[in-house]
């Protein structure tokens, strides 16, 4: 187990410089100039275009580029990005509230999908069970701007943003998130509860189930102790899975509702062909997105048994 | 044979409910059930009669789908309803009929009063919990016992069915066990509130004939030990000759035939178990279709008119195409299904 994850560890490092000399190449290949626009109408002097260049290494040729940036990052400096912001410092000011947006779209996840997917499986071919099919069905097949718009409006705009503010209203954090993060978690709640559904019927036919009911326990420990906690496996891994690219950002879901997290900023970075924002995020996202996946190899183990990472 | 259930070994004895009448445990009468599926309607038990007393083992013989399994659900109770349906009959415990119980009582009785141990003991224990966690949740769930006394309960347990280094190994997962000590632990389980009635569905067909051996010898053991009324189910006669006292032999959801072990396996009263016993099955064909009969057992949605078992039979005659033979006595203590069998008996 504990060689399991020190080889993990090992691993994310050429995954990690991999992954930062993609995005950094993709960004270096990017046509168009970055001073373009910077400097309104009248376009940007020479000199000034000449000190900006200079400034970003931007006439070294790509591989003295890169090997200048990884030698910061590697010092753990993410670089000062094209519009002077330290990157470092944004994703510190910004991660936070991606952070707490994931974690809450996954608590809806976790909640309403384990329960609707419970309350579909328990009753299967009925009413609730039908419904909850259809309606999982709906809302994987709505774009997720589309679910955002829409609650925006009913929810948000509609209400007057009280319970609900329309955008983030960085006086009121945790509420501002609680719309986007339904939103965000909109698809994963379906899938969370179809997958507990399919699971928990699965279970249900299983022998132990057959068994814990010889043994005189109530249906509902059989259910919800012995087939729950055999279903539950593959739905807490995907939960798991699905934060670590939550924690990614969420770009559509972040613009909807105005909330300055990581998306944002990526997306900005990328519209300005801003490199340094750009590898600098990545970098940290792969880097977290990593991270997580070998916490939920970890639990996987725990929560199954049968699976051993010696 | 006694009539007292303080022979029961629990060291905490429930004070039972149930009180066996001259040690008669079990009375299941006329015993129907059905499945209702979309193809139609199996009948898969088609009027079963037998008691169990006290310190008896009966065994249950007969192919695969002659309706032993679902005999042993329909005592314990575990039917999926639907598609099964109970449609009559009766099966007391104790004087009292498990079948118009409310469920709360009769799960009541699951586990203290019948238990039972299934086939493949792999699958019928829940993989992500121990195996001593398993066991332990008897006595939480029923005797309201707390975590630390109930483990060491199993661990005791776990010790009586002769699981080596029984302490270490309680904390251990069904599937860090051989097949055999898997069974071994599905046996501590069902034992562990030293219920009346035991019933062992196959308990070694998914085991090594050594190891099957041990396992019944296991079960005798306990079965003699506890008194338990034991209900033994096998498709095998050579696993269970050594154990049965009495034994009921199974064809298209009725006992065909029923007579002590030994008189049967001399002497058999039906042509069909005397199909079955010169076909004693080679261990290579384990649980195939057996050789000294020929044909199919027949679908259930579609049972032959007269005796099921005619059309496979060398006996039959007009008589077992138009009319079914009840169960009747043909020789003192033998029983037997067939309009021929004083022929089969004595020829
Ligand atoms: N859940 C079910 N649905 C439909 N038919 C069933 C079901 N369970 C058992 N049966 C039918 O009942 C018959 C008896 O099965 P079973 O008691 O398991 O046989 P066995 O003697 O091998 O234990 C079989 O023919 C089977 O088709
Ligand atoms: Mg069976």
């Known amino acids: 187990m504990y060689k399991y994850v020190i080889r993990r560890l090992l691993q994310m490092i050429p995954v990690l410089i991999g992954a930062t000399f993609i995005i950094f190449y993709m960004v270096f290949s990017m046509p168009g100039d970055p001073t373009a626009g910077m400097c309104g109408d009248r376009g940007c002097s020479p000199a000034f275009v000449a000190q900006f260049r200079e400034e970003h290494n931007l006439d070294d040729p790509f591989p003295l580029q890169y090997a200048k940036y990884l030698g910061n990052v590697v010092q753990g400096d993410l670089g000062t990005n094209f519009r002077n912001q330290s990157v470092g410092f944004e994703l510190e000011q910004r991660y936070p509230i991606t952070a707490k947006l994931a974690l809450m779209a996954i608590a809806f996840e976790a909640v309403i999908g384990i329960i609707a997917g419970v309350l579909a499986g328990v009753r299967k071919g009925k009413f609730i069970d039908n419904l909850v099919l259809v309606s999982t069905l709906v809302v994987i097949s709505i774009p997720v701007f589309v679910i955002g718009s829409v609650l925006q409006y009913y929810l948000g705009v509609k209400m007057g943003g009280q319970i609900f503010p329309v955008t983030y209203d960085s006086a009121r954090p945790l509420q501002s998130l609680i719309l986007p993060a339904f939103v965000l978690g909109s698809a994963s709640i379906a899938y969370v509860a179809r997958l507990t559904r399919t699971n928990l019927v699965e279970n249900l036919r299983a022998d132990y189930l057959r068994t814990a009911i010889a043994k005189g326990l109530t249906r509902s420990r059989a259910i919800g102790v012995h087939a729950l906690r055999n279903s539950l496996i593959p739905v807490v891994t995907f939960i798991g899975a699905d934060f670590g690219g939550l924690l990614g950002g969420a770009i559509v879901t972040e613009r909807i509702f105005n909330i300055p997290g990581v998306g944002g900023f990526l997306f900005t970075g990328i519209r300005n062909h801003d490199g340094v924002s750009v590898v600098g995020t990545v970098t940290v996202l792969v880097l977290v997105f990593l991270l997580v996946n070998l916490l939920v190899d970890l639990l996987y183990g725990v929560l199954d048994p049968r699976i051993s990472h010696d | ?347």
């Open chain 2, 1 to 347: 044979m006694t009539t007292d259930t303080q022979t029961r070994k629990s060291e905490t004895p429930a004070t039972s409910q149930y009180k066996p009448v001259d040690g008669l445990l079990l009375e299941v009468e006329d015993l129907r059930v059905e499945f209702h599926t979309e193809d139609g309607v199996a009948k898969a038990i088609n009027g079963v009669n037998f008691d169990l007393h006290e310190g008896e083992t009966l065994a249950i013989l007969g192919e695969s789908g002659s309706g032993k399994s679902v005999t042993a659900q329909a005592i314990m109770g575990i039917l999926d309803m639907p598609p099964a349906v109970i449609p009559g009959g009766q099966i007391r415990y104790c004087g009292q009929d498990l079948l118009t119980m409310p469920e709360e009582q009769r799960r009541k009785t699951r586990g203290p009063e019948i238990s039972m141990v299934f086939q493949d003991a792999l699958s019928s224990l829940n993989p992500v919990f121990p195996v001593g966690w398993q066991i332990a949740e008897m006595f939480r769930k029923h005797r309201g016992m707390n975590k630390s006394d109930s483990l060491e309960r199993a661990v005791k347990l776990m010790q009586r069915v002769q699981i080596p280094a029984a302490k270490e190994r309680v904390k251990a997962y069904p599937h860090q066990f051989s097949g055999g000590m898997r069974q071994r632990i599905m046996i501590a389980m069902a034992i562990a509130l030293d219920p009346a009635v035991l019933i062992a569905d196959e308990p070694t067909t998914a085991l090594d004939v050594t190891v099957q051996a041990q396992i019944m010898s296991l079960l005798q053991e306990l079965q003699e030990e506890r008194q338990m009324g034991l209900i033994l189910i096998t498709h095998d006669l050579g696993v269970v000759a050594d154990v049965a006292d009495k034994i009921a032999v199974m064809y298209a959801g009725r006992i065909v035939e029923r007579a002590d072990v030994f008189d049967l396996y001399r002497q058999p009263a039906h042509p069909y178990t005397k199909g079955l016993l010169e076909s004693i099955p080679r261990l290579d064909q384990k649980g195939q279709q057996l050789a000294a009969i020929g044909g199919l057992p027949p679908n259930l949605m579609r049972i032959p008119a007269g005796c099921a078992f005619n059309p496979r039979c060398r006996y039959a005659q007009d008589i077992c195409r138009e009319e079914r033979p009840e169960l009747l006595t043909v020789a003192p203590g033998r029983e037997s299904a067939c309009h021929f069998a004083e022929e089969v008996l004595h020829g």
